[in-house]
């Protein structure tokens, strides 16, 4: 080359030149192009076109400019561009199922959107501008979009006490305490209660060791094979409580050996009478007797029978306590004795009321229960175990501990286990690499690997401790949605401030009325400010709804108010001082401030006031619509017939004036009486009582039998 | 003539550069919509047919089974129903040859004031003290869900929407 054309370029080094200056230009050019097709522009505009296509335009249009819209608020971490699509959300007139997504407004709901964002409740990632980055799992964000049937979940994030509006997950919230969850696990908001499962110490009195063998092998509750949920072969509702463990032949043998053995404290030796027994032996009608005692008492209230009707078996009764239908064939007669006597000396948690039996009625129910609720096939393909072996036991006693039996039972000399499982207090804000899902082929997020973790728990970990449930789907969902609410310490001081503690109330009360509340399990059915069942009536406020007499009255000999209730409160057979005790403490204590007892005496009523209630009731109001008086009327509210003896008369009024605020949530609805109304409606209902004494104690006892 | 192939590349370079821009996205596997629903219910004519509710009908269905089951239903939690009971029989809750024809002010106005305030009978008791209006609101769009035959909410003004440029990416 020569010197003077050195430095200068060729002809064709200034063509690549220029080549890759266009290629330069070009691919600059990309970037703004690309912006040109956003996949949010695209909807934007289509929102454009869709408002112009409708009346109502110019409202549709009045907010929108062109640009990216987004929900900013710094104290909660919500940076939501969920809207720059989702235009019309707050549109009311586009809240019809015909306007299409993404335009439609959402439902109404309690929080305002602009004051809370989407992710808050919807999770997703809510800066993303893309409809899989918001919506779904992406390299760069792992919390999806929860699906619209968890999204209760995202309620009790903040809300950790029950609220009426999510029924799915206060649900979800129920099973995990009642399946003892959180024996192995710890639960966010879920406190260990005194017992679990019932207390082993003295569990070979109770049971024989073929009986233990088979419940180990397939507890009570089992999933049959069309996948409906059976209890000792009957279709139920029920959930289950012991789960199924999966335990080998050798498992099963050392575990019945062990347990079959204890027997730490002997039984209260509290046979009955021989003189009651001798007189009822050979009596016919002995299991006939015994069984319409148990009726009688309202057993039912709390345990269930399998009952044919028609062709189908159903099991009927509460779920307070265990089923009962081959109970015979479970227990050890003098246990059965012991344990009706004084349930609290065998197991000093159970929720069983100590009833108050007479010889005759023990030893006629007994009987009936030995002789009648039985099953000759129970234990039939249960091998001959014999008397347990030492080696065995020893096995059993090791196995014990290694299976984490003792994170739900009590044995003597054993401690008790705690966060045998892992931790699941934060489960519901895991990423998806937190995960682990082995070889399990399941989608890959938080929701299948839970789903599949209750469903079946060795599907994702073969060696998994953690036995089986049996779970339908709604019940499953309700669970995951419980699972799914506990999202651990919020992400910033923001969220932390909104969090709604649990309440947790609690009512011991002392001194002799807390002894007859201890012994009949008042808690177990009704609630006391806000502790205790829900099966029957608040109880909050009785002293100043019922009347003393009819309180004792009711005590000793209770029958239902409510025609269309199949639970009742069981007979106890209260000693008259105990009634008084109750009744006293109710009409010192259990008082509603909105009811003034002193201020309103029924003497006050004229005759007229009643006439003209009477009126008022029958035609401007027509109560009888749910209410009873003689024999006709409606079925939703209490029977009127004696309210008369019943309720006080200023308990009256300031139901008929409010009856939220005495009984939150009851289904009377609040009307608008007038001061006049009130009273005369009031000396109205004060006028109706039984005839003298009504029925009888030996009537109404016929009268429970034979329902 | 060799330029020419090297325009050529480059065109073609710059072509294969912007096809990511151009590219769709492939749409996502369509979702069962009951399993994404808040809430779902039986037709009470055809319990394997399933309803599927949003957040302020389940509110509805809520309070109905709360407030309304006893005497606008034919079975209760309870068991027997308070229906046949009554006279005149209030309507079924699904009853769309009732129902459907009432506007939504008018059910407004039954529940809240009750139905001797409408010229209807005066066990049907009023709510207006006992629920809010929202409240309220809700057991409409409850019953409108599941109103058989199915209900037609009153047409709207302006012509139907073609749909372009809404639901073409995202189905």
């Given amino acids: ?707 | 003539m060799r330029a020419w192939r090297i325009f050529l590349g480059a065109g073609l370079f710059l072509a294969l550069v912007s096809i990511p821009a151009c590219r769709k996205k492939a749409a996502p596997v369509a979702k069962d919509p009951l399993r994404s629903a808040y809430d779902v219910e039986p037709d009470w004519n055809d319990p394997q047919r399933l309803i599927s509710l949003d957040y302020q009908q389940a509110q509805g269905k809520r309070i109905f089974y709360q407030d309304c089951v006893w005497c606008h239903a034919n079975a209760t939690p309870a068991g027997p129903s308070n229906r046949s009971n009554l006279n005149p029989q209030p309507s079924l809750m699904n009853d769309g040859a009732a129902l459907n024809g009432e506007s939504d002010e008018f059910l407004q106005n039954i529940i809240t004031l009750g139905g001797s305030a409408v010229g209807k009978s005066a066990m049907m008791p009023p709510y207006g003290r006992t629920l809010t209006q929202d409240e309220i609101r809700a057991i409409i769009a409850y019953t409108r869900s599941i109103a058989m035959p199915l209900y037609q909410p009153p047409a709207r003004p302006g012509p139907p929407y073609s749909g372009k440029g809404a639901n073409e990416s995202r189905k």
């Fill in chain 1, 1 to 707: 080359m020569a010197f003077e054309e050195m430095g200068k370029p060729s002809r064709r080094m200034r063509l690549v030149m220029a080549i890759t200056c266009v290629l330069f230009v070009a691919a600059l050019a990309i970037s703004p192009l690309k912006d040109l097709r956003r996949e949010w522009k695209g909807y934007r505009q289509g929102y454009v076109r869709f408002a112009e296509s409708r009346a109502d335009t110019k409202r549709l249009l009045s907010d929108f400019r062109p640009g990216i819209d987004q929900i900013w608020i710094p104290e909660m971490n919500v940076v939501d561009r969920c809207i720059t699509c989702h235009v019309g959300i707050t549109q009311s007139s586009l809240a019809d199922a015909s306007v299409p997504q993404p335009f439609r407004a959402h439902p109404p709901i309690p929080h305002p959107i602009q004051e809370w964002g989407c992710t808050v409740c919807h999770r997703g990632q809510g800066p993303a501008t893309e409809v899989a980055e918001s919506h779904e799992t992406t390299l760069a964000w792992e919390q999806p979009l929860l699906p619209n049937r968890f999204i209760q979940a995202s309620c009790g994030n903040c809300h950790r006490g029950d609220l009426a509006e999510t029924p799915k997950l206060d649900r979800g919230r129920a099973l995990l305490a009642k399946f003892n969850c959180v024996g192995c696990h710890r639960i966010q908001d879920i406190d260990r209660p005194a017992m679990l499962g019932p207390d082993l110490t003295n569990v070979g009195n109770k049971l024989s060791r073929e009986w233990i063998y088979k419940w180990l092998k397939e507890p009570r509750t089992v999933l049959d094979k069309d996948g409906n949920v059976v209890v000792d072969g009957y279709e139920t509702e029920d959930e289950p409580r012991m789960p199924q463990f999966r335990l080998s032949e050798q498992e099963l043998r050392a575990l019945s050996a062990y347990l079959s053995t204890q027997k730490a404290k002997p039984l209260e030796n509290d046979a009955i009478n021989p003189r009651v027994v001798a007189a009822w032996e050979k009596k016919p009608d002995l299991t006939a007797q015994g069984e319409l005692r148990f009726r009688q008492m309202f057993c039912s209230t709390c345990h269930s029978l399998a009952v044919t009707r028609a062709g189908e078996t159903k099991l009927i009764g509460g779920n307070i306590g265990p089923e009962l239908t081959k109970i015979g064939s479970k227990v050890k007669r003098e246990w059965l004795v012991s344990w009706l006597r004084n349930p609290q000396a065998y197991l000093p948690n159970s929720r069983m009321p100590r009833y108050g039996w007479s010889d005759e009625d023990l030893y006629k129910v007994t009987q009936y229960v030995t002789a009648t609720l039985t099953d000759s096939d129970l234990l039939s393909d249960v091998p001959q175990l014999g008397a347990p072996a030492e080696d065995e036991a020893q096995l059993g006693r090791r196995l014990f501990a290694e299976k984490g039996c003792g994170s739900c039972h009590a044995i003597e000399g054993m401690s008790a286990q705690k966060d045998f499982g892992p931790d699941l207090s934060s489960l519901g804000s895991k990423n998806v690499s937190q995960l682990e899902f082995g070889e399990s082929t399941i989608p890959r997020n938080l929701i299948s690997y839970v789903q599949a973790k209750i469903t079946n728990p060795s599907s994702v970990n073969p060696a998994a401790r953690m036995p089986q449930y049996h779970l339908n789907e709604t019940d499953l969902d309700a669970i995951t949605t419980a699972l799914l609410s506990m999202g651990g310490t919020p992400s910033s001081s923001g969220m932390q401030k909104l969090i709604l503690p649990r309440a947790q109330p609690t009512f011991h009360p002392a001194g002799a009325f807390g002894v007859v509340y201890e012994r009949y399990k008042c808690h177990v059915c009704h609630k006391f400010n806000g502790y205790g069942g829900d099966l029957a009536p608040d109880l909050s406020y009785e002293g100043s709804r019922a009347q003393r007499k009819w309180l004792i009255d009711f005590l000793k000999n209770p029958q239902t108010l409510r025609p269309t209730l199949v639970l009742r409160m069981p007979q106890f057979n209260m000693t008259d001082q105990e009634a008084a005790i109750v009744a006293d403490y109710f009409g010192m204590v259990l008082q509603s401030p909105a009811v003034d007892l002193t201020a309103r005496d029924q003497t006050q009523f004229t005759p007229q006031q009643a006439a003209l209630g009477k009126q008022l009731y029958e035609v401007k109001y027509q109560c009888q619509s749910c209410h009873t008086i003689g024999s006709s009327g409606g079925y939703v509210g209490p029977n009127l017939n004696n309210v008369g003896n019943w309720l006080t008369p200023a308990w009256i009024e300031a139901w008929l004036r409010n009856p939220q605020a005495l009984v939150p949530g009851t289904i009377e609805p609040r009307r608008a009486f007038s001061d006049d109304e009130v009273k005369a409606l009031t000396a109205f209902l004060i006028t109706l009582r039984h005839g003298g004494e009504g029925r009888t104690t030996a009537e109404n006892a016929a009268a429970r039998g034979n329902q």
